[in-house]
């Protein structure tokens, strides 16, 4: 472990307060030591930047995918106390609400054997992908503000799936507080034509298979059964989030003057919550993040609609197990020294993973605690795992979001030819489909830490716990 | 005047070099855009953009954000960037092509520019600056 972190439990480590000037609390991260090996030490000096932001409550977390991003650290997670405290961009990131979710389908993988590549092929079809890719949807500006506040429930009202997809979101699909008002004209332009469309990047559709259930009864409760193929799908908000974070994170960083904020690093710029540019850019995110969900909503419709056809099953035998946002900051009660206290809790690459019977836990799932979703990298296993009372108690409900990168960009080109990942892993029965071979090398397996580690950091540390174990069967790479 | 890729895990890091800062300025549009989509031919798109900003560090990510913003909204790929800086106020003339999902497929989304360690620094030799580009 680098020097001057300190050990407080298996796999807990503490970043004391001094670690770089100015801290108000002292930052922990969770980690094995297997993990240990390729923590950069910008990302814990990112870490400890985040403690020095005024209204900082308790700790400035980090989940086992820590690395080295900028602002937050990703896998950070840090709640802000709602009268002192701040909020940034910089603990949300450009793509809000970023997020992943999980389609049960009544087929195992024979019903799939021969038809495998036409499914493929027609998911890529269906689902617009890559740099450039542009939406089918006809949406108005008049649309996009309806979007911006109902979230997936936009969707769902114009037929694009079912009220009981609703419930299975996290928030139900939309947060409150959006402000259309706060998202630019650029935004706009950019998020009306991109509705219902991947993106790029570490972005997928992925056909999977139920391959290992770890927790018979949370599966049962999830729905979620041995040999079943299942879809997911990883995406966000599209330009429109990534603009709304630039316009934010401008006048954010203007107004640091005028409340007094001094930073190490201005990708920190925030305000405080109850500030015009705090609610100015709260709105713009719930706005985002609303798109991001009602997004996801469209794609898995699309995405259902090529499995009705091709394999003549029912709409509603596509089950959505859960949606989590993964890039987002939300106003939350949680315990602070014993008395129930709304802060709001900041996650960069980071899940909420709240426990049995936390309020905004479907009904449904009370007994057992949120569905936790975590998706791999192609060609390497997704998880299913459940929220706890110890995520509760240590992280704000939080864990971990994926599998966090361990080798560049520039060097996975180097080392990894796309053409020849594509047919290895079709070797292996993993049909990938993509614009360009170019652009799977950058996103290889090899490229992310092992996701079974990360995963079982989480669930040796109590963060949420494993249900099942996910493995690839073909992906539309964004 | 050059640019070039640096190790970074998570997203992509630059280091871009020019003899002065219009010269720097026009690399770090040629890298981001090397990193979209490859290669890009001038072909008859040309697009004229004005910013200004308080500080050069703030003019460089507002102007990288316009052309994030034009390129995607505009559906065009640049590989010129004739740029003129006065104080800190910039005028550009950018020139490439309609993007081709066949030729243009090659890059990544740039979903945003850090302010995280960005500083134009002069050195004997003229300007460096290293940018992160969130993918």
Known sequence: ?478 | MSFEELEHTADVLMRVRGATLNELFAEAGRAMFSVMYGPCEDRDVERRIEIEAENLESLLIDYLSELLFVTEVENTVFCTFDVELLGTRLSAVIRGELFDPARHSAGTLVKGISYFGLEIVKEEEGYVVEIIFDI
């Open chain 1, 1 to 478: 472990m680098l020097a001057g972190i300190n050990k407080i439990g298996d796999l807990e480590w503490e970043v004391p307060i001094g670690y770089v000037p100015d801290m108000r609390v002292p930052g922990r991260f969770f980690l094995s030591r297997t993990l240990a090996e390729t923590l950069e030490e910008g990302a814990v000096r990112q870490l400890a930047n985040v403690a020095t932001l005024p209204g900082i409550v308790k700790h400035s977390l980090a989940m086992p995918d820590i690395h080295w991003g900028y602002g937050f650290p990703i896998g950070g997670v840090a709640a802000f106390e709602m009268t002192e405290g701040v909020i940034s961009p910089g603990g949300v990131g450009f793509d809000i609400n970023c997020g992943v979710r999980l389609i049960t389908t009544p087929l195992t993988e024979a019903d799939l054997a021969r038809r495998k590549r036409e499914l493929i092929e027609r998911l890529f079809a269906a689902v617009p992908t890559g740099v450039g890719a542009k939406s089918t949807m006809r949406v108005s500006n008049k649309d996009l503000s309806a979007v911006m506040v109902d979230g997936a429930r936009w969707a769902v009202e114009r037929g694009l799936g079912t009220e009981a997809d609703l419930v299975r979101c996290e928030g139900e699909g939309a947060m409150t507080g959006a402000d259309p008002e706060a998202v630019s004209a650029k935004a706009r332009q950019r998020g009306v034509p991109q509705l219902g469309t991947l993106g790029a990047g570490n972005h997928f559709l992925e056909v999977q298979v139920a391959k290992e259930i770890v927790d018979p009864e949370a599966a049962k409760a999830f729905g979620i059964t041995e040999g079943q193929v299942c879809f997911m799908v990883h995406c966000g908000s599209r330009g429109l989030g990534h603009q709304v974070a630039t316009d934010h994170l401008r006048t954010l960083e203007a107004a640091l003057a005028k409340y007094g904020i001094r930073l190490p690093d201005r990708q920190l710029a925030c305000a405080p919550i109850d500030s015009p540019e705090g609610r100015a850019y709260y709105g713009g995110m719930v706005s985002a993040a609303n798109y991001a969900w009602a997004n996801r909503q469209v794609i898995m419709h699309e995405s259902r609609k090529v499995f009705a056809d091709l394999f003549g099953i029912d709409y509603d035998e596509m089950r959505l197990v859960y949606d989590v946002a993964h890039n987002v900051a939300k106003f939350e009660r949680h315990d602070v020294d014993g008395v129930s206290t709304e802060v709001c809790v900041h996650r960069k690459g980071a899940t909420r993973a709240f426990g049995p019977g936390a309020e905004g836990v479907p009904r449904e799932y009370a007994g057992i605690g949120q569905p936790v979703i975590i998706p791999g990298s192609m060609g390497t296993s997704s998880y299913l795992l459940h929220g706890t009372t110890a995520a509760m108690e240590k992280t704000w409900g939080s864990t971990c979001h994926g599998a966090g990168r361990v080798l560049s960009r520039s060097k996975a080109k180097k080392e990894v030819r796309g053409k020849e990942l594509r047919e290895r892993l079709a070797g292996e029965g993993i049909l990938v489909r993509a614009h360009s071979d170019a652009a799977l090398a950058e996103e290889a397996p090899g490229v992310y830490k092992p996701s079974r580690e990360v995963v079982r950091v989480v669930h040796e540390a109590g963060l949420s716990d494993i249900v099942a174990r996910l493995e690839p069967l073909g992906v539309i790479k964004g």
